[in-house]
T-cell receptor
Framework: AQSVTQLGSHVSVSEGALVLLRCNYS??????LFWYVQYPNQGLQLLLK??????LVKGINGFEAEFKKSETSFHLTKPSAHMSDAAEYFC?????????????FGKGITLSVRP | DADVTQTPRNRITKTGKRIMLECSQT?????MYWYRQDPGLGLRLIYY???????NKGEISDGYSVSRQAQAKFSLSLESAIPNQTALYFC????????????FGPGTRLTVT
């Protein structure tokens, strides 16, 4: 079975600082990995995805994530935080099988951005 | 117009009442899902459907039922609502031909008093 661990529930950074949100996964087969963002009072929006092509994946709003198989990690980064990045972020994993497209989500991390 | 819509957006109901949450999509996807979100617990899968004739239980299906009326419509029912079903409910869709990414509706905030 696959699982996702997002350590900590809250990260606070200053505007302009590096954003690093950690995600580690467990999967018995090569996974697909996703990051979603949830702004207040909205649904989840796909930020980026890893599907076994390039290990460094670029997403929307300046975010990127790097797949590291040896560390079973898929951490999300952004070089310079903006106030509008304040939201909740979810990492998710899916097995690479045609018949199964269920996602398993982490518990989420709330990002706060200080002026 | 939104690709995945949910009605109602907010609902307050009393313990013991039956309630239905509805989801419609215009993305043409064959797969649909219902999740609930609780603070600190992330998203948990209630039910999912890979096509109109395929319904599957997720990890927390007790107390819930679903109906897939058409490819574009997937409704979630609480037969007899209880206070611990107070949560934010999301519908999502995906296409079997993609890598599994799901597209979410705006959510329904349900309060059971």
């Amino acid at each position: 079975a696959q699982s996702v661990t997002q350590l900590g529930s809250h990260v606070s950074v200053s505007e302009g600082a590096l954003v690093l949100l950690r995600c580690n996964y467990s999967s018995s087969v090569p996974p697909y990995l996703f990051w979603y963002v949830q702004y207040p009072n909205q649904g989840l929006q796909l930020l980026l995805k890893y599907t076994s092509a390039a290990t460094l994946v670029k997403g929307i709003n300046g975010f990127e994530a790097e797949f590291k198989k040896s560390e079973t990690s898929f951490h999300l980064t952004k070089p310079s935080a903006h106030m509008s990045d304040a939201a909740e972020y979810f990492c998710a994993v899916s097995l690479i099988t045609g018949a199964n497209s269920k996602l398993t989500f982490g518990k989420g991390i709330t990002l706060s951005v200080r002026p | 117009d939104a690709d995945v819509t949910q009605t109602p957006r907010n609902r307050i109901t009393k313990t013991g009442k039956r309630i239905m949450l509805e989801c419609s999509q215009t993305k043409g996807h064959d797969r649909m899902y219902w999740y609930r979100q609780d603070p600190g617990l992330g998203l948990r899968l209630i039910y999912y459907s890979f096509d109109v004739k395929d319904i599957n239980k997720g990890e927390i299906s007790d107390g819930y039922s679903v109906s897939r009326q058409a490819q574009a419509k997937f409704s979630l029912s609480l037969e007899s609502a209880i206070p611990n079903q107070t949560a934010l409910y999301f519908c999502a869709t995906s296409d079997r031909l993609t890598s599994g990414e799901q597209y979410f509706g705006p959510g329904t905030r349900l309060t059971v008093t």
